[in-house]
């Protein structure tokens, strides 16, 4: 799709925003990765993506640099956590620097379960890019570097934090 080149021209379906596009292929790869992933391992989605975020940290991680890094609030990395943690894959202690803290890592469970993902994810992530040529793939890659700057400056514009 185009940019519009006027303001005469008529305002774009839902259908046609970039957004919403790249929503649609988002949710299609997690919808079909969380059905593996149930299938094979037995861990949700967001579970995945914990034990994921947890075993490529170099060190522990706060629950609140978790939830962030995951793009989910804390309360619901917290809900996350604690079933990973009932099921011994996430071990918690607590954190010297802040008292109410807590420092998350993977338990040895926990790290053989990420062993795994991480190798069915591989899978996935070649199974899908192998349908592009290498020049499409360059292409994939450079556009979604340029997306993701401009989706930062257009962030900052609006005030964020």
């Given at each position: 799709?185009?940019?519009?080149?006027?303001?005469?021209?008529?305002?774009?379906?839902?259908?046609?925003?970039?957004?919403?596009?790249?929503?649609?292929?988002?949710?299609?790869?997690?919808?079909?990765?969380?059905?593996?992933?149930?299938?094979?391992?037995?861990?949700?989605?967001?579970?995945?993506?914990?034990?994921?975020?947890?075993?490529?940290?170099?060190?522990?991680?706060?629950?609140?640099?978790?939830?962030?890094?995951?793009?989910?609030?804390?309360?619901?990395?917290?809900?996350?956590?604690?079933?990973?943690?009932?099921?011994k894959l996430v071990l918690r202690e607590a954190?010297?620097?802040?008292g109410r803290g807590v420092r998350l890592t993977?338990?040895?469970?926990?790290?053989?379960?990420?062993?795994?993902?991480?190798?069915?994810?591989?899978?996935?992530?070649?199974?899908?890019?192998?349908?592009?040529?290498?020049?499409?793939?360059?292409?994939?890659d450079g556009a979604l570097e340029k997306l993701?700057?401009?989706?930062?400056?257009?962030?900052?514009?609006?005030?964020?934090?």
């Amino acid at each position: 799709m185009r940019p519009r080149s006027s303001t005469t021209e008529p305002a774009p379906t839902i259908r046609e925003l970039l957004s919403y596009r790249l929503h649609v292929v988002a949710n299609l790869l997690s919808r079909g990765a969380e059905l593996r992933y149930r299938r094979e391992f037995g861990v949700s989605l967001w579970e995945w993506r914990t034990v994921a975020l947890l075993g490529g940290a170099r060190e522990a991680l706060s629950l609140n640099a978790l939830a962030r890094a995951a793009g989910i609030d804390k309360s619901q990395m917290s809900r996350v956590v604690a079933g990973l943690t009932r099921r011994k894959l996430v071990l918690r202690e607590a954190d010297a620097a802040d008292g109410r803290g807590v420092r998350l890592t993977l338990s040895a469970a926990g790290r053989r379960l990420y062993a795994g993902l991480i190798r069915a994810a591989a899978e996935r992530n070649d199974a899908f890019l192998g349908c592009l040529s290498a020049s499409e793939r360059a292409a994939f890659d450079g556009a979604l570097e340029k997306l993701a700057a401009r989706a930062q400056d257009f962030i900052g514009r609006e005030g964020a934090p």
